[in-house]
């Protein structure tokens, strides 16, 4: 269903490092698009974490961090505090459908 | 600072149409673009669109294409998105975005509004 395909869940002890995964296809992380991390709490707005695959912007701890590699991309998460639980979305633009796509999601527990 | 403020909750019945807006402020508005990005009820982020508030160019999602229009004023930094023929799986929280760039929505959308709530229902 989605473009972009994430693992449903992950979970993490506070301090443990987690890494989200997001696969794509050759028409889109596979095309050289770039991918964009988003984090959201339940009954916020998405915040940008990562963009252009590696790239934080101001304000965004580098406990967060971005790769890229062929059509697969990941999210890492060092150090992990309790209020990282969230929803994680990966993004990125499909060449084939010309627009912008998201992946599923991925629910962060911190246990 | 840079601010999206989006307009208030709608409810709609099957068959009508809805017009969200998106009022910005602290940046040039004609330097980048919008996006407009949906969230029904416990599930994901879907782009439905985005338009560039420099040119007006527009991009579509297919899933929703031909029945969303986005547009801009630019007198008042404020940007658009109608929904028509309204479905009862329109129901969801409407976003809009800024894009980093007015050229194109490559590059991931780095502020957003605070959602707005369509309900389709009879």
């Known amino acids: 269903q989605f473009v972009l395909t994430q693992t449903p869940s992950v979970s993490g002890a506070p301090g443990q490092r987690v890494t989200i995964s997001c696969t794509g296809t050759?028409?889109?992380?596979?095309?050289?698009?770039?991918v964009h991390w988003y984090q959201q709490v339940p009954g916020a707005a998405p915040k940008l974490l990562i963009y252009?695959?590696?790239h934080r912007p101001s304000g965004v701890p580098d406990r967060f961090s971005g790769s890229k590699s062929g059509t697969s991309a990941s999210l890492t998460i060092t150090g992990l505090q309790a209020d990282d639980e969230a929803d994680y979305y990966c993004?990125?633009?499909?060449?084939?459908?010309?627009?912008?796509?998201f992946g599923g999601g991925t629910k962060l527990t911190v246990l | 600072q840079i601010q999206l403020m989006q307009s208030g909750a709608e409810k709609k019945q099957p068959g009508a149409s809805v017009k969200v807006s998106c009022k910005t402020s602290?940046?040039?508005?004609?330097?980048?673009?919008l996006a407009w990005v949906r969230q029904a009820p416990g599930r994901g982020l879907e782009w439905m669109a985005w338009?560039?508030?420099?040119?007006?160019?527009?991009d579509y999602a297919q899933t929703v294409q031909g029945r969303v229009t986005v547009s801009t004023d630019t007198s008042t930094s404020t940007g658009y998105m109608e929904l028509r023929s309204l479905r009862s799986d329109d129901t969801a929280l409407y976003f809009c975005?800024?894009?980093?760039?007015?050229?194109?929505?490559?590059?991931?959308?780095?502020?957003w509004g605070q959602g707005t709530l369509v309900t389709v229902s009879s």
């Open positions: 975005a800024r894009s980093s760039h007015y050229y194109d929505h490559r590059e991931g959308f780095d502020h």
């Open positions: 602290g940046y040039t508005f004609t330097s980048y673009g």
């Open positions: 338009i560039s508030a420099f040119n007006g160019k527009t």
């Open positions: 050759f028409s889109n992380l596979g095309a050289g698009q770039g």
């Open positions: 252009g695959n590696s």
């Open positions: 993004q990125s633009y499909d060449t084939s459908l010309t627009g912008s796509v």
